[in-house]
């Protein structure tokens, strides 16, 4: 049984190693929009390019974060959480020192291999260091630290973008492994599942992750036509159909399909894919709309998002104490239509907004829509699959969040008719934001009267202080306890 006291130096080490760790991984998915106007400038870089620089992060971060949690069961997690801070800060500082967009995007994906490594194994590492008596305080201080993290990045970022230069972004995250990784070799007790047998379903990771890839690269390209982006666009949609028969026929498939036997988990997913679809268009869209057209510094454009992750990380408790009284069909239903609101009052936001009166009412509508639905939302999920299902239902809740966020980056620009040089021509980029959000608003709508319809009352599931203190805007949050899932 662990034993690892909270109040020990060893117990201080573990919580300090594991909150570096994990708020390296969170701060990339967020701080990185900040710095893309900067970024285009500097490396000459197209539309595409900006995209693919968000989007091969959060590509392989989200098709290999299953795999990440299995690695740490098999091989030990303190091992797998070290390789990946290594390989997250070997990746960074490639990032940092990129001459061109090609380097800068497959230093990026290299990036999202890292995270998948170390994201997982955070939490599991707290969760079974710690004596049984201190965990869940624990829990809650790398939850509530985490999430200071994830409120402070997008103004750390733009500090860094106006200061020393965007590769500064990136080339942060080297001296914060090196600490983290040292005092996680040091201080933290190994753990793993030696039940743990079989072989991983390394098929069904590589269909996934490829399928994924290519439906991103074809929406991403579809603008130049021809007859390459739409036998990218098929192959992309045989490779996902190759996914779900592998993980059918597999004995012990990486996501198990009778999981979505609960009607309950696969709807609460759909309504996860509305809701993060929307989030990561908005904040992939909003640092740019705010700096090329609104004409505010990085540091600003990054400011101005603030309140949002501020919001969450305050009231998040308090909105799933409030779930749990009156279940999550109404914070489900209200809390997509909330987000829907703040995004169409983004269309204030132009050449001539003011924070005050423009900025700041959507960020904070958006914010307390965020608040409402987050704990619940992760409540329902862990509710509706047998408690020895939580670890799998919530890394595959984690990954369609993260899915859902790639494939608005790619899809959004398409569809608003957003050019490749956009970006440069304030007019160009406004009229195509407004669509962009009104598009969102439209997505979130689906996702609340989906709830609406389909959440019914579970037992609360969601006590754990990981639900509750969470700043991530990206993903919901991810349970520690990995259960089957190997791969």
């Excluded at 599942?193 to 290519?214: E, I, P, Q, W």
């Excluded at 609101?341 to 900025?359: E, I, N």
């Excluded at 957003?418 to 195509?432: C, I, K, L, V």
């Excluded at 639900?467 to 949050?477: L, Q, Y």
Aim: aromatic content about 6%.
């Amino acid at each position: 049984m662990p034993d690892v006291r909270l109040a020990s130096p060893q117990g201080k080490w573990i919580l300090l190693t594991t909150v570096l760790g994990s708020s390296m991984a969170m701060l990339d998915s967020t701080v990185v929009n900040v710095a893309l106007p900067r970024i285009g400038e500097d490396l000459d870089a197209d539309l595409a390019a900006l995209q693919w620089t968000v989007n091969a992060y959060m590509l392989t971060l989200a098709g290999l974060i299953l795999l990440g949690g299995s690695l740490g069961d098999r091989y030990g997690r303190r091992r797998i959480f070290v390789i990946g801070v290594v390989w997250f800060a070997a990746a960074s500082l490639l990032c940092g020192l990129a001459p061109n967009a090609g380097v800068l995007i497959a230093a990026r994906a290299l990036q999202g291999i890292g995270g998948a490594l170390l994201t997982p194994g955070s939490l599991a590492l707290i969760q079974a260091s710690f004596h049984p008596d201190d965990r869940s305080r624990a829990v809650g201080l790398w939850s509530g630290f985490g999430g200071i993290g994830a409120a402070i990045g997008p103004f750390l970022g733009g500090w860094l973008v106006d200061g020393p230069g965007w590769r500064w972004v990136f080339l942060l995250n080297v001296p914060l492994a090196l600490l983290c990784a040292p005092i996680a070799v040091r201080h933290v007790p190994e753990s793993g599942d030696g039940t743990k047998h079989g072989r991983f379903d390394v098929l069904g990771a590589v269909l996934g992750a490829a399928s994924l890839a290519l439906v991103t690269y074809a929406l991403i390209e579809a603008p130049q036509g021809g007859l390459a982006v739409a036998l990218t666009a098929v192959a992309g949609v045989a490779a996902g159909i190759a996914f779900v028969v592998v993980e059918k026929r597999r004995s012990d498939p990486m996501m198990p399909l009778d999981i979505f036997a609960s009607r309950q988990f696969t709807a609460v997913n759909v309504v996860t894919l509305c809701v993060y679809a929307a989030l990561g268009g908005f904040f992939f869209l909003a640092a740019l709309q705010l700096q090329v057209v609104s004409g505010y510094s990085a540091l600003g454009a990054g400011t101005a998002l603030l309140p949002t992750t501020v919001l969450m990380l305050l009231l998040s408790a308090r909105s799933g104490a409030l779930a749990d009284r009156i279940g999550p069909r109404i914070p489900l239903t209200v809390g997509p239509l909330l987000c829907a609101v703040g995004m169409l009052l983004m269309l204030r936001v132009g050449p001539d907004a003011t924070y005050a009166t423009d900025v700041l009412p959507a960020v904070l509508v958006l914010g307390f829509g965020l608040v409402t639905l987050v704990a619940p939302l992760t409540a329902t999920v862990l509710a509706s699959v047998d408690v020895s299902r939580a670890g799998l239902a919530s890394g595959i809740n984690n990954a369609a969040a993260r899915a859902a966020g790639l494939l608005a980056v790619a899809a959004l620009p398409l569809l608003t008719g957003m050019g490749q040089e956009a970006y440069r021509s304030p007019d160009a980029f406004n009229d195509a934001f407004d669509q962009a959000m009104v598009l969102c608003a439209g997505v979130l709508v689906a996702g609340a009267l989906l709830a609406f319809a389909t959440v019914r009352r579970l037992p609360p599931d969601c006590t754990r202080p990981e639900c509750r203190t969470h700043g991530g805007v990206t993903a919901p949050p991810l349970e520690g306890v990995r259960s089957r899932g190997r791969l």
